[in-house]
């Protein structure tokens, strides 16, 4: 009627969201029944077969009905929004969500993926709020149903695990923290799923032992990283450095040399690291090596090896003596290797246009998730779901040269973060930026960065991708090179095409053909080697078939492959009134190879007769039916492995 009630609190949330002021409008006692979330209900019970009972808030089989509903909703949601399933940050929350799902669906008995049916309910329902969803629908689907099948692989496995140890367990009921660890580490569970799980039969985790592990492996990756050689003595040393004289002030945008005054140097068994209170030299940061160069003073010259940040803002030249001493107080010449700097400048912003042609080709889903820029190459891990197509490739290769033909203008400039993202800059979710931010514009390329960089696109040369691959689920990399180097990896490829067209007598132009044409040749000759083979293994299946006694046929046949030795095994068992073969031999490259083959209708198993066989030397293998194999690695005990199988086979 209008009128109002007062809250006791004020101001404080009442909870009243979306789904709830659903139930209301729509009349249900639960937002579970809304036209939100009961077509997803409806599509879990569809492909899993389980019955949901409206009301029934202690019924496993609705409570996993319900997991699946809203599980595959916010997946769906935060596929669209960009997030990948990843082991760290949003990327990580994600693949919980995905892989407590597929854990109810499995619990419900099914073996079949639910994720492709459950998204495409899910951005059914959602897309008239949400449009976007309704345009990535495959490639949202695509995303969950592989974390999907890659979970599956190993689910199976995990929950065996885990059955085996609760039986241990069963009364402390308490799984071990080692326990959860691996199931978190080796088999992808995170640690909520196995609580959850462990919960459901009354037992618990120890989360103080997980967390040791937890600790325990940060430590471990943490000792791993270390190895730039700064102590903590050092580090301290540094920090007072900073204090005292403030941050090194860096010319290198505008200058390849200045003069500086040193403000310090420390000496260590194989560098001298020298501090300058400006500097030309850019320090290792954003994916950028760091520059080389020299730094001369009145007494001395000294090569700058390497520049990197001794704490941040304040830049370390990691040196060694040239000629004379250089010390602290001293006016010296700082001055970078050019050559190497334009270089690096190329391939640096050649990444940016690459990033920018992969997101065109590929789709706005693709994010940086490292870099290397050096004077050698460039190499940019991204995130995208499968491997990268010739055609893709070759597409990615024409955007970003065509951005390179048009020599655009490279503009950098400072200004704040936000108007840097409402000017179409791109920065990335879980990056640190300050108020002030840099921007690179390149061609068609916006992007936050605080790297060199040419002058204008035509200066990068030719951008060329040599190599594409996976780093990880939904991770991939390529590496590439820009300029001179392009003119280098084209000239050795030209060269080896060359060297190939020589040796199947061809020119480079026709060599395709050439060698499909000596395939053709080489696959001919060995059709014809095997059908000689064949017939000599015939007529060598009747001589090894004469020694047989009582229908058995132990024997040493030597410098036959496995696949040979197993071949001529067959065609001695198909000799009339041949019941057993057990041969054995060496190898042509000094391993021990056995083979048992027996007849079908005598009931044996061929795997009985070579298993101790294999043991005398060193080996294993076997099979169940009526063919077995096995290797081993100590010849000297081959002829007491063929009385053993002679053994078996008699018994």
């Not at 491997?387 to 503009?411: H, M």
């Not at 169940?624 to 199988?645: H, I, S, Y």
Request: aromatic share 4%; net charge negative; proline share 3%.
């Amino acid at each position: 009627d209008g009128s109002r009630t007062p809250l006791p609190k004020p101001s404080i949330d009442t909870g009243a969201g979306f789904e709830r002021i659903l139930a209301l409008i729509q009349g249900t006692d639960s937002v579970w029944e809304t036209d939100a979330l009961m077509p997803l209900i409806e599509a879990a019970q569809s492909v899993t077969g389980g019955r949901y009972i409206v009301g029934d808030y202690e019924d496993r089989t609705s409570f996993s009905l319900r997991v699946l509903a809203e599980h595959a909703r916010s997946s769906s949601m935060l596929v669209g929004d960009g997030v990948f399933p990843s082991n760290e940050g949003r990327g990580y929350v994600l693949r919980r969500i995905i892989r407590r799902a597929i854990r109810h669906a499995y619990l419900l008995g099914t073996e079949k993926l639910v994720m492709p049916t459950l998204v495409d309910t899910a951005i059914d329902t959602m897309a008239s709020a949400y449009p976007t969803l309704g345009a990535q629908r495959d490639f949202i689907q695509g995303v969950l149903t592989r974390e999907e099948e890659r979970f599956r692989q190993t689910l199976k496995t995990g929950v065996g695990i885990l059955e085996s140890e609760l039986e241990q367990v069963s009364t402390t009921k308490k799984l071990s923290g080692s326990t959860a660890f691996l199931l978190h580490d080796t088999y992808g569970f995170p640690l909520e799923v196995t609580e959850e799980m462990v919960l459901e039969r009354g037992f618990s985790v120890d989360r103080d032992a997980f967390d040791a592990e937890m600790r325990a492996q940060r430590e471990r990756a943490k000792a791993a990283r270390k190895g730039d050689g700064i102590d903590q003595e050092v580090q301290e040393h540094y920090r007072q450095v900073l204090e005292e004289k403030g941050t090194t002030d860096f010319v290198g945008y505008e200058s390849d040399e200045c003069t500086a005054t040193v403000i310090d140097v420390v000496e260590t068994d194989d560098v001298i690291d020298v501090l300058l209170d400006r500097t030309p030299f850019y320090a290792e940061s954003g994916g950028q090596v760091g520059d080389t160069g020299w730094i001369t003073g009145p007494d001395g010259r000294i090569e700058v090896l390497d520049t990197t940040y001794a704490v941040p803002g304040l830049r370390r030249h990691r040196c060694r003596a040239v000629d004379g001493e250089i010390r602290v107080g001293d006016v010296v010449v700082a001055a970078i290797d050019s050559g190497r700097r334009s270089a690096i400048r190329r391939h640096h912003t050649a990444t940016h246009v690459l990033h920018w042609a992969l997101r065109t080709v590929l789709g706005d889903h693709v994010k940086q998730a490292g870099s290397l820029v050096d004077d050698n190459r460039l190499r940019f891990d991204f995130s995208h779901f499968e491997a990268l197509s010739a055609e893709e490739i070759a597409r990615i290769e024409t955007l970003a040269n065509e951005q390179t033909l048009q020599n655009s203008p490279v503009d950098a400039f400072e200004t704040s973060k936000d108007e840097a993202l409402a000017s179409g800059a791109i920065a990335f979710f879980g990056d640190k930026y300050g108020d002030r931010v840099r921007v690179l514009r390149a061609g068609e390329s916006v992007e936050l960065c605080g790297g060199t960089h040419v002058s204008a696109t035509g200066d990068i040369g030719l951008i060329k991708i040599i190599s594409e691959g996976s780093i990880g689920a939904n991770l991939r990399r390529v590496e590439a090179v820009a300029g001179a180097r392009s003119l280098d990896v084209l000239q050795s490829r030209e060269s080896t095409l060359s060297q190939v067209a020589d040796l199947v007598g061809a020119t480079p132009d026709a060599v395709l053909e050439a060698v499909e044409r000596k395939l053709s040749e080489l696959k001919s000759s060995q059709d014809e080697v095997k059908r000689l083979k064949a017939k000599l293994a015939s007529g060598q299946a009747d001589e090894i078939a004469a020694g047989a006694s009582a229908g058995v046929v132990v024997q040493r046949v030597d410098s036959l492959q496995p696949g040979e030795l197993r071949d001529l095994a067959l065609a001695v068992r198909q000799v009339s009134g041949i019941r057993v073969v057990v041969l054995g031999g060496l190898t042509p490259s000094g391993g021990v190879s056995l083979v048992a083959a027996v007849r079908p209708d005598t009931g044996l198993v061929a795997g009985d007769l070579i298993k101790e066989a294999a043991k005398a030397v060193g080996g294993g293998g076997g099979g169940k039916g009526d063919v077995a194999t096995a290797g081993g690695k100590q010849p000297e005990g081959l002829d007491r492995a063929l009385e053993l199988a002679a053994e078996a086979a008699r018994a």
